[in-house]
């Protein structure tokens, strides 16, 4: 039996179940919102090439499995695959792979067959370690950077303490904490990689590496926040409405949170029947409100549920209210939770990647949006932050 021709004949059909068993796959987080064109990658030309070194003839394909598998590890560590989800889609090819095959193979003799799991097998467990390779390399690359990044900020950083500004400390000192694990990790990696090249693949060190791609994604987020608090400030944000589509918008949010509350097996609820068809507002700071509002309540709640409601009101003005069954915020802290920089001393309320800008920005935005926003909220019952914003928003040129 041809083998070789058999697997090139169903690398379509190979290609198009591992997409679909990728995308499915759970334990595979980072390829939900990927095309499948970019899981895909050069799949079928592997397969190809895998088809060469079944044909046991003298022009076996192996450089184009390696080149290939080289810039899968590439692609993959662009995309923010984890080690793990990068092991796991080459398990599921290896079973996607023998199921197909699996009515013709048993029409071959034992040693056949035992020839072809043989082949393949080797082959995938090269395409693995060249991707892991190019896919390491990518990350060490991606750690120099924050590494010189993260130093001269640290040093920026220590001026800025020395002035008694409160928000200008509390700000360095929020950013230097995922500066200094950056800074630590950084240096554990590069250290163990000059006294032992070898040790560049192995798990311990891979859980170093994304541990400060990890820290550098959240001192990028704080920084950014940041931003948008310096510029409300300074006054340099400004509106520009346009008519926009209210439900829309908010089911695009939900979409782009849902694996979020999903990771915690939380019910997403969307009540914006009596929401307004369009309004005249500034759609990026819309989402932005609700955007934070949603995942605010998701990240401070560990079951039940999160919900949006929308309604029309009176006086040409609509709603906005963001409800969940979290923790919950004491009355005391109810009146400051929209301050800059503001996070709940209690420390059952207090969650690790929150920078307490998330609130301040929202409040920020709905004063420039002229409309107002307030919270109801009881301890270990849950939160509800409404906004209330006019169907017309006003810009000195209108």
């Given amino acids: ?15 198009k179940n591992w997409v679909e068993a990728v995308r499915f796959d759970r334990q595979i987080s980072s390829a939900d919102d990927l095309p499948g064109s970019a899981i895909q990658d050069h799949l079928p030309d592997v397969l190809m090439a895998m088809a060469t070194v079944l044909s046991q003839s003298h022009d076996r394909d192996i450089q184009s499995i390696v080149q290939n598998s080289l810039e899968h590890g ?22 996607v792979i023998f199921s197909t095959l699996e009515a013709d193979l048993v029409e071959g003799t034992v040693r056949e067959v035992m020839r072809v799991y ?40 220590t001026r800025l303490l020395k002035a008694n500004q409160e928000n200008v400390s509390q700000l360095a000192h929020e950013l230097k904490t995922p500066l200094n694990s950056i800074i630590g990790y950084s240096e554990l990696i590069l250290r163990s990689s000059r006294k032992n090249p070898e040790v560049k693949d192995t798990v311990p060190h891979l859980e170093h590496i994304e541990r400060v791609v990890r820290n550098g994604r959240q001192l990028l987020r704080l920084i950014n926040d940041a931003l948008e608090i310096s510029r409300y400030e300074a006054g340099k944000m400004k509106l520009h409405p346009v008519p926009t589509d209210v439900r829309s918008l908010i089911d695009d949010v939900f979409q782009m949170l849902h694996p979020l509350a999903a990771v915690k097996e939380l019910q997403m609820v969307v009540d914006c029947e009596r929401a307004p068809e369009k309004v005249l ?37 609509w709603s906005i209210a963001a409800s969940d069954t979290g923790i919950g915020i004491a009355p005391e802290d ?45 301890l270990g019952v849950g939160s509800t932050f409404t906004v209330t914003l006019p169907l017309e928003v006003k810009t000195p040129a209108s």
């Fill in 118 to 157: 043989g082949v393949i097998d080797a082959t995938i467990d090269e395409a693995i370690a060249q991707c892991f390779k190019s896919y390491v390399e990518e990350r060490f690359q991606e750690i120099q950077q924050l590494r010189s990044s993260a130093e001269l900020t640290n040093q920026e950083l």
């Fill in 1 to 15: 039996m041809n083998f070789s021709q058999l697997l090139v004949d169903n690398i379509d059909t190979i290609t």
């Fill in 334 to 378: 109810q009146l400051r939770v929209f301050d800059p920089f503001f996070r709940a001393d209690n420390s059952g309320t207090r969650v690790p990647d929150s920078t307490g800008l998330g609130l301040a920005i929202v409040s920020q935005l709905v004063k420039l949006m002229q409309g107002k926003i307030e919270v109801v909220s009881l």
């Fill in 74 to 95: 590439v692609l993959r560590a662009a995309q923010g695959f984890a080690p793990t989800e990068i092991a796991r889609e080459y398990r599921l090819l290896r079973q």
């Fill in 281 to 317: 507002t500034d759609p990026l700071r819309l989402q932005q409100i609700v955007t934070n509002l949603v995942s605010n309540a998701i990240r401070y709640t560990e079951s039940g549920s999160v919900k949006l409601t929308c309604q029309m009101l009176f006086d040409n003005q």
